[in-house]
């Protein structure tokens, strides 16, 4: 942590919370610009760079041409989120910019760290995900900018098909050389280098893989049957050359060579993976946010606008409530991948343009009696249909679920309710708790997608399929 490191809990005037998937191992990028309007209209940049075998170098900017004033003084935040919601990595500093001005840490984050020995930790299914606060110091803070930013990276993917021949006949220490078509070939080019060693009384079959050029690989060789089907696979990740030692015991290909060598011929495929590149870069969403006080108590935590989150209790609150769980003259059901939820057409209709269209235009939906909304669960469908009939309260646990279906269906006021309820009572209360009742859940799981909160799931590495 920086000179200035310490823990900074008061909303900011800008908060970005900046998603990188399927990001590689050495990379040069910069974030969508982030115009701050509570910080006078200056304009901001970060920026991310990380060389071969070097450290992840992070950097905060401001634009050299902004309607901002000539010098202002900031504090800002940047981290890596991490499992308990709470950065991994956090770098604190103040500055006064000028315009085209920049602050950098040149050690932000250990490369190796982050993209291998907790890969799990810092890259769940293949996303980074960056968090960036700034305060514009000696302003009070009225008014409080939310940016929720992306940056897709697309793999180049290539396989190739090697067959070794008259298999039986190669000795310890023959080499065979296959010459590889990687992605991007006309920059560099691959060479498979194939050779059985003795070690223990043993033979095993070994590669090596030489790059002729610099470029990052992550590569898989599979061994391979008769039908195509991987039997044996191993895996690694290198910029000048790698190799696999002791990938499969000959005399084990020997027992078992009606499948593993017909006519004689080991078969093995090659995955190359190559240096991704950027497809997509740009702001998913963006909100103007009052930003009233907070009070965090001990142990808990103070919901800032009280007033407009919740729901006033009514004998007649209470009847419309009753009627939605029960489906009592429910005209509509939707479902969900696993069930289905009453609603209430006219309801629907008067709330939502987008339901509106749904059932007055000549669509299927019009004359169904049953709606599939796959990308919402049974949990967050009943919220937004109790919200929607003004019997629902809104809670930390499904805001943010809450706040991507009124996105969608375009309820605004719901939507800007929900996006301030979250700024607002972002806390260490807030995250500590609902990590640790509910880290499973899927309105958590939104959240952490969502730049608010970061989980990260025990799961193997995936890559994505394009």
Not at 332 to 342: E, K
Request: net charge positive.
């Amino acid at each position: 942590m920086s000179a200035y490191g310490r823990e900074v809990n008061e909303t900011a005037h800008l908060t970005c919370i900046w998603k990188l998937e399927n990001i590689g191992v050495t990379f040069d990028l910069y974030s969508p610009t982030l115009t701050a309007q509570a910080i006078g209209m200056t304009k901001w940049n970060l920026k991310m760079y990380c060389g071969i075998a070097g450290p992840i170098i992070l950097l905060i900017s401001r634009k050299d041409k902004d309607d901002g004033p000539d010098k202002i003084k900031i504090k800002f935040e940047l981290s890596f989120l991490g499992i308990d919601g709470l950065p991994l990595i956090k770098e604190v500093g103040e500055k006064q910019f000028l315009k085209g001005d920049h602050f950098v840490f040149p050690k932000f984050a250990d490369e190796f760290q982050v993209f291998f020995q907790r890969r799990i930790e810092f890259l769940p299914k293949g996303v980074l995900t960056i968090r960036c606060r700034m305060w514009r110091i000696g302003t009070e803070i009225s008014k409080s900018d939310l940016y929720f930013a992306r940056t897709l990276f697309e793999t180049d993917r290539c396989f190739n098909d090697l067959a070794i021949e008259k298999f039986s006949t190669l000795q310890v220490g023959e080499v065979k050389k296959f010459l590889l078509n990687p992605p991007s070939s006309k920059y560099y080019k691959l060479t498979l280098q194939f050779y059985i060693t003795e070690k223990n009384n043993e033979e095993y079959l070994c590669m090596d893989i030489k790059y002729h050029g610099i470029a990052w690989h992550n590569i898989k060789i599979c061994l391979l049957d008769f039908e195509k089907k991987v039997v044996h696979s191993d895996e690694k990740s290198g910029t000048f050359c790698c190799s696999f030692f002791d990938f499969f015991k000959r005399n084990e290909l020997i027992e078992d060579e009606a499948s593993l060598l017909p006519n004689d011929v080991l078969t093995l495929r090659c995955e190359i993976e190559g240096k991704p590149k950027i497809v997509w870069n740009g702001i998913e969403n963006y909100s103007f946010l009052n930003s009233p006080s907070l009070a965090t108590k001990k142990g808990g935590m103070h919901f800032g606008e009280q007033d407009q989150t919740s729901a006033v209790p009514s004998s007649s609150t209470d009847v419309l409530k009753r009627l939605l769980e029960e489906g009592t003259l429910s005209d509509l059901s939707f479902r969900t991948y696993f069930r289905s939820v009453p609603a209430q057409k006219c309801i629907l209709n008067a709330l939502s343009p987008v339901f509106k269209a749904i059932f007055s235009r000549d669509m299927r939906e019009k004359t169904r009696k049953c709606v599939k909304i796959p990308d919402l669960d049974e949990d967050t469908l009943r919220e937004f249909l109790s919200y929607m009939d003004a019997v629902g309260e809104l809670q930390w646990r499904g805001a943010a679920d809450l706040r991507r279906a009124a996105n969608k269906y375009e309820l605004l006021e719901l939507k800007r309710r929900c996006a301030t309820f979250l700024i607002s009572n972002l806390s260490a209360g807030s995250i500590c708790n609902e990590s640790r009742t509910n880290r499973n859940s899927v309105r958590f799981r939104y959240v952490t997608r969502h730049g608010i909160l970061s989980i990260r799931f025990v799961a193997k590495r995936q890559r994505a399929k394009f």
